[in-house]
């Protein structure tokens, strides 16, 4: 069975700092995605990544995909407090859109 | 477009009771899933529907969970009888094959409260 699996689970950090998010998965994928859930909200779509080396970029965050490590980073570059969310990362193993969502990251940025 | 559609956003109904969700996805697209989502046991898919036809059920709790898609434009999930570890937040998301891969577009959940 697929599993997904981020770390660290809790991130408290200082705005203004750089940090980075960590996906694990456990079979072969080369379709990945990373969504933002804010407190008592719905799930966003942040980036799509289809292929081993993929980079994607929006604003502070910055995803890549390392297809044969079967790792993803979200890193997050200068943090400001409206970046405080919850992140998660979600592997399409199939490609059959039955995707596996890992536990989430739930960050937290103190000014 | 006013994205996926859920009906209704709180629910809280009493042990034993029958509780419907449903949902709308965007239009034109041919996915739709259903997640549950707790603080215990995170976001867990319970069933897909590719063209009205279930997929993929293997994430249903129980015989009490069921679901429907009776046309493209409209899905149930429908717990009967409810219980209090039932609560949590339901969420129905809808996609579209493009470019070769199927990104999900999330509904605002339906929060359900089982006492």
């Known amino acids: 069975e697929l599993k997904v699996e981020q770390n660290p689970l809790f991130l408290s950090m200082q705005e203004g700092k750089n940090y980075t998010i960590y996906c694990n998965y456990s079979?072969?994928?080369?379709?990945l995605y990373w969504y933002r859930q804010d407190p008592g909200k719905s799930l966003e779509s942040l980036f799509v990544l289809l292929s081993n080396g993929a980079v994607k970029q929006e604003g502070r965050l910055m995803a890549s995909l390392d297809t044969k490590a079967r790792l993803s980073t979200l890193h997050i570059t200068a943090a400001v407090h409206d970046l405080s969310a919850t992140y998660f990362c979600a592997v399409d193993a199939h490609n059959n859109n039955d995707m596996r969502f890992g536990a989430g990251t739930r960050l937290t940025v103190k000014p | 477009d006013a994205g996926v559609i859920q009906s209704p956003r709180h629910e809280v109904t009493e042990m034993g009771q029958e509780v419907t969700l449903r949902c709308k996805p965007i239009s034109g697209h041919d996915y739709l899933f259903w997640y549950r989502q707790t603080m215990m046991r995170g976001l867990e898919l319970l069933i897909y529907?590719?063209?009205?036809?279930?997929?993929?059920d293997s994430g249903m709790p129980e015989d009490r969970f069921s679901a429907k898609m009776p046309n493209a434009s409209f899905s149930t999930l429908k717990i009967q009888p409810s219980e209090p570890r039932d609560s949590a937040v339901y969420f129905c998301?809808?996609?579209?094959?493009?470019?070769?891969?199927?990104?999900?577009?999330f509904g605002p959940g339906t929060r359900l409260t089982v006492t």
């Open positions: 079979t072969t994928s080369d379709r």
């Open positions: 529907f590719n063209n009205n036809v279930p997929i993929d």
């Open positions: 998301a809808s996609s579209l094959v493009g470019a070769n891969y199927y990104e999900q577009y």
